[in-house]
């Protein structure tokens, strides 16, 4: 029964995503919403790890998974359904409404801490900084730190910024990364490089400048190198 397709996938080994995408080439529907229900929340956490906003994460996630229904009678199961998934969300990252809806989202562009509205906090930043608690200045860690960390990563250029998501978030190794953005290993590492140094730039001004940080600066560094 289609029920059945949802609950036992990849139970041998299989991988999951090819057993459900497979079944719903066949005409299995309910195939389609196991694979939603099981990869859903993944590509929700990217886009919002990407800076996006609750609301603009959901459509975008929504976004997906049509391309994934509309891909079905092409779909071919030459790599791993997430490989696959990746470079969907990368062709989705290229577009320049996702982009400009990101930045809108975190406020790039203005200036040091600026942000939509609701988005102060910091709490829709991934856990780049992740015992930003343990440190002295637990007020401009937990807040600004994540704050301006969070617009980094947004304002990163594709592919730098889908290879940072990937590697770092996703547990992605470079093969897999590199399988997903269709690029070499070498080309791989100096992205990711250049993603991790372009957000230490982008926070040099807030580790530099702020005299909160003046006895805690490396403390602060050390947690976003470990981060990132």
Same mark, same amino acid.
């Given at each position: ?21 497979l079944a %719903? ?6 195939? *389609? ?12 956490? *990217?886009f919002?790890r ?8 959901e ?5 997906? *998974? ?7 009678? @092409? ?14 969300? %990368? ?13 809108h989202?975190?406020g790039?562009? +203005? +200036?040091?801490?600026e ?9 829709? #930043? ?16 937990q807040?600004?730190? @994540? ?7 947004a ?8 290879a940072?998501?990937?590697? @770092? *978030?996703?547990? @992605?190794?470079?093969a ?16 990711? %490089? ?24 490396n ?8 981060? #990132?």
């Open positions: 029964m289609p029920q059945e397709t949802g609950q036992t996938a990849g139970d041998d080994g299989a991988d999951p995503g090819q057993v459900w995408m %719903f080439q066949r005409g299995d529907d309910a195939a *389609f919403t196991a694979l939603v229900h099981h990869y859903g929340a993944r590509v929700h956490a *990217f919002r990407g800076g996006a906003d609750p609301a603009a994460a459509d975008l996630a929504q976004e997906t *998974f049509l391309r994934i229904a509309r891909a079905r009678d @092409r779909y071919e199961p030459t790599a791993k359904f997430t490989t696959w998934l990746h470079r969907i969300l %990368f062709r989705i990252s290229l577009n320049d409404a996702t982009r400009n809806r990101w930045r989202s975190v790039i562009g +203005g +200036g040091r801490g942000l939509g509205a609701g988005e102060t906090d910091g709490s829709n #930043l991934p856990e780049l900084v992740s015992s930003a608690e343990s440190l002295p200045g637990r007020a401009l860690a807040a600004e730190l @994540r704050e301006q960390v969070r617009a980094a990563v304002a990163l250029p594709e592919p730098q910024r889908t940072l998501l990937l590697h @770092r *978030f996703e547990d @992605r190794s470079y897999e990364v590199a399988a997903a953005l269709g690029l070499s290993l070498p080309a791989v590492k100096s992205l990711l %490089f250049r993603a991790r140094d372009n957000v230490r730039r982008r926070l040099a001004p807030l580790l530099a400048d702020d005299r909160k940080l003046r006895g805690e600066r403390d602060v560094r050390d947690e976003v190198d470990h981060g #990132l």
